[in-house]
């Protein structure tokens, strides 16, 4: 419901909260951006304080909720149409507190800014409140609670390597960054992982590790070096025989049409496509290089284009064997770039027995284990430290076989 006696008094609140912020907890807070338009929609529970003052305030507490229709006038923001005078506003996190952007409930606070005659609304929250709307929408909180634990550290370890003052926020809330969901896509299971594993992270070389990872790496976790061209000691090619999923093998067809389309795409100019083959592939069986033949010629698109030619047919994964000539028939293993962790391959170890920090040494091998150390937020962002470092448990893919009872990926 809206309180309108209380609207004025909270428009002051959320004007004026910025300078309060010098007095806020200290915590490794997030700023992630969850929309962005000509406007956007503000919810904001409220009490009074004795000062008329109104603040965020918990859910079990009694409130009622102040609302803003927020737009762009100039370079200023407006309120419900009003010039509020700035062209930031910010409400910043308090324990238990929620906002409402754009429809949808978060918790923590909220930026917003004026960004080339749109409203960006920034929602600004602790680390582990944001994994409570992130862990449930990357795994299925279903699965086994080792396997959440290790999605959680992971996720985790992106988010605090994503920190950066001089952005105008952190992470965004798609599939480009980390799915986040927010307060409707919190559930019991992984709460308790992100409980269970409050402030690890994984580190190499004293500093965050990249925790890429995939949903099915096909029987095969992929190198950096080979999907982007960017070695590191912890990412490497290995069997991976815990990771089976629905999508361990598929196949795909395509018409020359198409696949002359897409080749286009690449800057392939071979006259009227005849052919094309996998002539080239990495350790992991990933592709390396393509050969397109045509009436005009032979083109070749090499390196981590190869494998972005390939998904660009219909392809769930780069780790493929080509045949066929029209249809061209792909046939695969897996989904996803294959690096780092497999989370199906996470969730057959922890079946197995295996707890998070193995889970994370078979699929980050050489990383360590390290806490995170709070430090002041501010509305440009946090920073982290790392303390409390140990290494993760070397496994090999033997190891992994004998835990699966010698059953696994070909």
């Known amino acids: 419901m809206r309180v309108p006696a209380s ?11 910025l300078p309060l912020l010098a007095g806020a907890a200290e915590a490794v807070n997030v700023r992630v951006i969850v929309a962005s338009g000509p406007t956007v929609r503000i919810r904001v529970p409220i009490s009074t304080t004795p000062t008329g003052l109104p603040l965020a305030t918990t859910p079990a507490a009694p409130t009622s909720y102040a609302e803003w229709q927020v737009g762009v006038s100039g370079a200023r923001l407006t309120l419900d149409g009003q010039d509020s005078g700035s062209a930031s506003l910010y409400l910043p996190p308090a324990p238990g507190s929620l906002v409402g952007i754009g429809g949808a409930d978060y918790r923590g606070g909220v930026l917003l800014r004026v960004n080339s005659g749109r409203v960006d609304a920034i929602n ?3 680390v582990e409140d944001y994994l409570r709307g992130v862990v449930p929408a990357e795994m299925p909180a279903s699965w086994p609670l080792e396997a959440l634990k290790a999605q959680a550290i992971i996720a985790r370890t992106y988010a605090v390597a994503r920190l950066n003052p001089a952005a105008p926020y952190d992470l965004c809330a798609t599939e480009q960054c980390q799915v986040y969901g927010g307060l409707a896509r ?5 709460d308790v992982a992100i409980q269970q594993t409050g402030a690890q992270v994984v580190s190499f070389g004293g500093k965050l590790a990249k925790t890429f ?6 029987g095969f976790t992929a190198s950096a070096g ?3 061209g960017n070695d590191l000691p912890y990412l490497v090619a290995q069997p991976d025989p815990a990771s089976r999923s629905p999508k361990s093998a598929w196949t795909v067809a395509q018409p ?11 800057g392939v100019r071979v006259g009227t496509v005849t052919n094309v083959a996998l002539t080239r592939v990495s350790a992991s069986g990933r592709a390396l290089e393509v050969t397109v033949t045509g009436t005009g010629g032979t083109a070749r698109i090499g390196g981590a284009e190869a494998g972005g030619f390939v998904r660009a047919l219909g392809a769930f994964s780069s780790r493929v064997v080509i045949s066929g000539q029209d249809p061209v028939v792909i046939s695969g293993a897996g989904y ?3 690096v780092g962790l497999s989370q199906w391959g996470a969730a057959g170890l922890a079946a197995g027995a295996w707890n998070s920090s193995q889970i994370l040494g078979f699929y980050y091998p050489g990383a360590a284990l390290s806490a995170l150390q ?3 937020a501010t509305p440009q962002g946090s920073a982290a430290a790392l303390f409390a470092t140990r290494p993760l448990p070397r496994s090999t893919p033997q190891d992994v076989m004998a835990a699966l009872g010698g059953v696994g990926a070909e």
């Open 7 to 17: 609207r004025s008094a909270a428009r002051t609140a959320l004007v004026l909260a």
């Open 336 to 338: 996803g770039h294959g």
């Open 374 to 376: 709070e430090s002041a």
């Open 186 to 190: 919190e559930n019991p299971a992984t």
């Open 226 to 228: 080979e999907v982007w």
């Open 124 to 126: 600004v929250l602790d």
């Open 256 to 266: 020359l049409t198409k696949v002359a389309e897409v080749a286009g795409r690449y």
């Open 213 to 218: 990872f995939s949903s099915d790496s096909g």
